[in-house]
Structures are given as structure tokens and as C-alpha cells.
């Protein structure tokens, strides 16, 4: 089955510990992206990959990592996080950025 | 740059009445056209998706949107809704490969809540 997969879906940590969100797909999509979900702000893109070890920001990248070092998986790193980084966040991925995107399930992280 | 408008950030219809969620673009070059569905506690997933050819688009689930250029506009109908349409419905914009830039835009959302 065509899927992307995220984990954990569920995440609380404290200010300050790093932490990582996995995504990994497995329809050989070249496009990966990140986004976080706020209420009333709709889906901002944090990063994006074109292809492997080809990584950029997109429109809210301040505080978050991320690396590609296969197709398939593409880690959203949090190093040192803060509490205006809860949010809900999803991985996505599609043949080019214009494609229509796959979503993974999404994880809801919440930093106190 | 592009930039997408949701109009209406919650929208209520009653089971079997016309729902009609509301969508706005603007972008320099012509555009791809998409509305998603999120369901509770789900991702995102593909409504319908507007490229190239007919302006009337057909998806999933009854649903069906209309590009209008002349009015930037790309509005999401369904003629009878059902107690499964509730959901939050997103409105997204990019660039045509080789135009210009091809990343996605998203709306800021609409709630749909159906009343029985």
C-alpha cells in the first residue's frame, strides 16, 4: 500500500530536548516536505527536498533540521525545541512540488 | 508569489442542502488548482485537482470545482451533503512546471459541519 509514515503521533517534551519526527515513504517520490498545522494559519511549509542531500527552507524554517540522506526517509529534527513549536506537523511527499502531495497521519508535538 | 483565499473559516450546512466552500488565488503564471479534505485526526488527502483542459473538475465523493479565471477563483460544490463531509477543506495553488515556482500554497482551511 502507497503510504507515508510518520512517528511518533504523539509527542510531549520539555523546552530545550532535542527530539526528531520520522517520515518515510514508499512510492519512490523524489519530493518531501514538512508542514505545520496552527489553527487559523492553515499549512506552512518548514522544509522541503527535491531530491536526496538536496534539502531547502521553505516559509517558516527558524528552529527545525532536517536531512536526506535516502529517498524514502526524511527527518524533521528538533535540536533545542521551544514551546511555540507545538503544533501539528506533516510529512508529505509527490513526484514533483506541482503533483498532488501524500500525507503521512501527522504527529501532534507538545513542548512545555 | 502566490497566495490562496479561503472565504469563510467555518461553514454550516444542513444534510441534503448545497455546500459551497469558497476559494480565491492569485499567482503571475498559470496556475494548478487543488482542494484536500482532512478528516479528524487524519492527513491530508486529494479532493480534486485542476491542471490543464476542462474547468470543470470532477472528484471524489460528489465533489466538483470550477476554475474561473476571470474571476481567480476555484470555489468547491457538492449538490447534496452527506454526514460524512464533515471535515476541514483546504484550498491549495502552484505554479505550472517550468513557469514558475511549483510549490504548493495552502488556504488557511474551512470547517465544514454538517447539521442533521
Known amino acids: 500500500e502507497a503510504q507515508v509514515t510518520q512517528n511518533p503521533r504523539y509527542l510531549i517534551t520539555v523546552t530545550g530536548k532535542k527530539l526528531t519526527v520520522t517520515c518515510s515513504q514508499n512510492?519512490?517520490?523524489?519530493?518531501m516536505s514538512w508542514y505545520r498545522q496552527d489553527p487559523g494559519l492553515g499549512l506552512r511549509q518548514i522544509y522541503y527536498?527535491?531530491?536526496?542531500?538536496?534539502?531547502d527552507k521553505g516559509d517558516v524554517p527558524e528552529g527545525y533540521k532536517v536531512s536526506r540522506k535516502e529517498k524514502r526517509n526524511f527527518p524533521l529534527i528538533l535540536e533545542s525545541p521551544s514551546p511555540n513549536q507545538t503544533s501539528l506537523y506533516f510529512c508529505?511527499?509527490?513526484?514533483?512540488?506541482?503533483?498532488?502531495?501524500?500525507f503521512g497521519n501527522g504527529t501532534r508535538l507538545t513542548v512545555t | 508569489a502566490q497566495s490562496v483565499t479561503q472565504l469563510g473559516s467555518h461553514v454550516s450546512v444542513s444534510e441534503g442542502a448545497l455546500v459551497l466552500l469558497r476559494c480565491n488565488y492569485s499567482?503571475?503564471?498559470?496556475?494548478?488548482l487543488f482542494w484536500y479534505v482532512q478528516y479528524p485526526n487524519q492527513g491530508l488527502q486529494l479532493l480534486l485537482k485542476?491542471?490543464?483542459?476542462?474547468?470543470l473538475v470532477k472528484g471524489i465523493n460528489g465533489f466538483e470545482a470550477e476554475f474561473k479565471k476571470s474571476e481567480t477563483s476555484f470555489h468547491l460544490t457538492k449538490p447534496s451533503a452527506h454526514m460524512s463531509d464533515a471535515a476541514e477543506y483546504f484550498c491549495?495553488?502552484?505554479?505550472?512546471?517550468?513557469?514558475?515556482?511549483?510549490?504548493?500554497?495552502f488556504g488557511t482551511g474551512t470547517r465544514l459541519t454538517i447539521i442533521p
Open positions: 491549495a495553488v502552484s505554479d505550472r512546471p517550468h513557469f514558475g515556482n511549483e510549490k504548493l500554497t
Open positions: 485542476y491542471t490543464t483542459g476542462a474547468t
Open positions: 527536498s527535491m531530491n536526496v542531500e538536496v534539502t
Open positions: 508529505a511527499s509527490s513526484l514533483r512540488p506541482s503533483s498532488p502531495l501524500h
Open positions: 512510492m519512490n517520490h523524489e519530493y
Open positions: 499567482s503571475s503564471v498559470p496556475p494548478y
